[in-house]
């Protein structure tokens, strides 16, 4: 039955929980957010100075000391025994230039092209929604603008007259960063919302944030609402946060169902994820929605119970046949199956929120009875949905790929 949202589990626990969860309303969850901008961005630190920056659509950008690949390209970076991660694109500090990373719905590789860009990021270069926009300032800074944040990776150069050069920064990133503080030592530029940098003293006037891991989320969530809060003072780490190892061994499983799910759609042309079968059930389309939908849900409750820089982010299609929209009908398979890929990195990306808790735990701002359940369900539920889809390939109207 495809109405359904979860099949039945294999303990009466699970299958109460899923059966309710099935047919609890939208309202009854936390509010929805519309993050078409807004996705959670994640800024990393790297040993050696490097900054990683990967937005929700699966783009990414490394700022780094050492003088950038051509074309953008990544290299093989290794810094001890920390294997920095290959990026999109790679800028240094040092180069001048405007650059712009895109890769538009149903395009297989992103694009990186200089471009004329201005601070203002106005202009019809930025009509794709998740482009990601690089200033590259010489030795001052690397400005990146993506989902409606605003980061600027500080250089040797970058001075205080940069910082009020642009009118809302979300994060500086770098090191060295109490040189921005006023002469008294205390007070910092109030045009920035966080400082992100590694085991550095912070002023009086900033709200002090530790952890021994190096991934921060920022978000425009609650730029407005948060404007006169004090400025957060990040000290992080350059080592990746790791997973415990029974937690790790779940999520890879639901990783891999993911994955085995995505091989079946990302073959499937728009036509056939359109097909409306006469039988009443769900178009091939509904199932993938649901699927990255509820997981989606689920994650960033917990992550936004953690941290409100990531929000709550609804994108469940509508339950029963009559009342279901496309949300992108346009999209191929393929681009369905990046956006199941896109949560299942939503998910692993921020899972550093979880520190201290358990597979047999409950997460705040979760309704699931442990971890371990959610991820249970998660990984039977990529499975039940493909096996219902796989299903229509044989319906009578089944569009050819001719």
Same mark, same amino acid.
């Given at each position: 039955?495809?109405?359904?949202?979860?099949?039945?589990?294999?303990?009466?626990?699970?299958?109460?929980?899923?059966?309710?969860?099935?047919?609890?309303?939208?309202?009854?969850?936390?509010?929805?957010?519309?993050?078409?901008?807004?996705?959670?961005?994640?800024?990393?630190?790297?040993?050696?100075?490097?900054?990683?920056?990967?937005?929700?659509?699966?783009?990414?950008?490394?700022?780094q000391n050492a003088p950038a690949s051509p074309e953008g390209s990544t290299p093989d970076r290794v810094s001890g025994t920390i294997a920095i991660p290959?990026?999109?694109?790679?800028?240094?500090?040092?180069?001048?230039?405007?650059?712009?990373?895109?890769?538009?719905?149903?395009?297989?590789?992103?694009?990186?092209?200089?471009?004329?860009?201005?601070?203002?990021?106005?202009?019809?270069?930025?009509?794709?929604?998740?482009?990601?926009?690089?200033?590259?300032?010489?030795?001052?800074?690397?400005?990146?603008?993506?989902?409606?944040?605003?980061?600027?990776?500080?250089?040797?150069?970058?001075?205080?007259?940069?910082?009020?050069?642009?009118?809302?920064?979300?994060?500086?990133?770098?090191?060295?960063?109490?040189?921005?503080?006023?002469?008294?030592?205390?007070?910092?530029?109030?045009?920035?919302?966080?400082?992100?940098?590694?085991?550095?003293?912070?002023?009086?006037?900033? *709200?002090?944030?530790?952890?021994?891991?190096?991934?921060?989320?920022?978000?425009?969530?609650?730029?407005?609402?948060?404007?006169?809060?004090?400025?957060?003072?990040?000290?992080? &780490?350059?080592?990746?946060?790791?997973?415990?190892?029974?937690?790790?061994?779940?999520?890879?499983?639901?990783?891999?169902?993911?994955?085995?799910?995505?091989?079946?759609?990302?073959?499937?042309?728009?036509?056939?994820?359109?097909?409306?079968?006469?039988?009443?059930?769900?178009?091939?389309?509904?199932?993938?929605?649901?699927?990255?939908?509820?997981?989606?849900?689920?994650?960033?409750?917990?992550?936004?119970?953690?941290?409100?820089?990531?929000?709550?982010?609804?994108?469940?299609?509508?339950?029963?046949?009559?009342?279901?929209?496309?949300?992108?009908?346009?999209?191929?398979?393929?681009?369905?199956?990046?956006?199941?890929?896109?949560?299942?990195?939503?998910?692993?990306?921020?899972?550093?929120?979880?520190?201290?808790?358990?597979?047999?735990? *409950?997460?705040?701002? &979760?309704?699931?009875?442990?971890?371990?359940?959610?991820?249970?369900?998660?990984?039977?539920?990529?499975?039940?949905?493909?096996?219902?889809?796989?299903?229509?390939?044989?319906?009578?109207?089944?569009?050819?790929?001719?």
């Open positions: 039955m495809n109405s359904i949202c979860f099949c039945i589990g294999t303990t009466t626990k699970l299958v109460f929980a899923s059966f309710l969860l099935a047919f609890v309303p939208a309202a009854c969850f936390p509010a929805s957010v519309d993050a078409a901008e807004g996705d959670p961005v994640a800024v990393r630190l790297w040993p050696g100075g490097t900054v990683t920056v990967e937005s929700h659509w699966g783009l990414s950008v490394a700022v290959e990026t999109d694109a790679t800028v240094s500090l040092g180069q001048a230039g405007s650059y712009l990373l895109r890769r538009p719905a149903n395009q297989a590789k992103p694009t990186w092209q200089s471009a004329a860009i201005s601070d203002t990021g106005t202009g019809d270069v930025f009509e794709t929604p998740n482009d990601i926009r690089v200033n590259s300032l010489g030795t001052k800074a690397v400005h990146l603008q993506l989902d409606g944040v605003h980061l600027l990776v500080a250089g040797p150069d970058c001075d205080v007259q940069t910082l009020e050069s642009i009118e809302h920064i979300d994060a500086v990133i770098g090191s060295n960063l109490q040189r921005f503080a006023a002469e008294d030592g205390k007070s910092l530029p109030t045009t920035v919302r966080n400082w992100i940098s590694v085991s550095a003293t912070a002023p009086d006037s900033a *709200k002090v944030q530790t952890q021994n891991h190096n991934t921060v989320a920022i978000s425009s969530q609650s730029s407005e609402s948060k404007a006169k809060s004090p400025a957060v003072w990040w000290n992080v &780490s350059t080592q990746p946060w790791l997973m415990p190892e029974a937690m790790d061994k779940m999520f890879v499983a639901m990783e891999e169902s993911c994955s085995e799910s995505q091989a079946v759609f990302a073959a499937l042309t728009a036509e056939q994820m359109n097909f409306q079968p006469a039988n009443g059930t769900h178009t091939p389309r509904w199932n993938v929605e649901h699927m990255m939908g509820r997981q989606l849900q689920f994650f960033s409750q917990m992550y936004h119970a953690a941290d409100v820089a990531i929000p709550v982010m609804d994108l469940n299609p509508a339950q029963m046949p009559p009342d279901y929209r496309f949300a992108n009908p346009n999209w191929s398979g393929a681009e369905e199956a990046r956006q199941m890929q896109r949560v299942s990195d939503f998910s692993r990306r921020f899972a550093y929120l979880l520190d201290g808790y358990g597979t047999d735990d *409950k997460v705040a701002g &979760s309704r699931w009875p442990s971890m371990g359940a959610l991820l249970k369900q998660m990984e039977r539920h990529y499975s039940e949905h493909t096996a219902n889809t796989q299903k229509k390939f044989q319906l009578p109207g089944w569009p050819s790929k001719n």
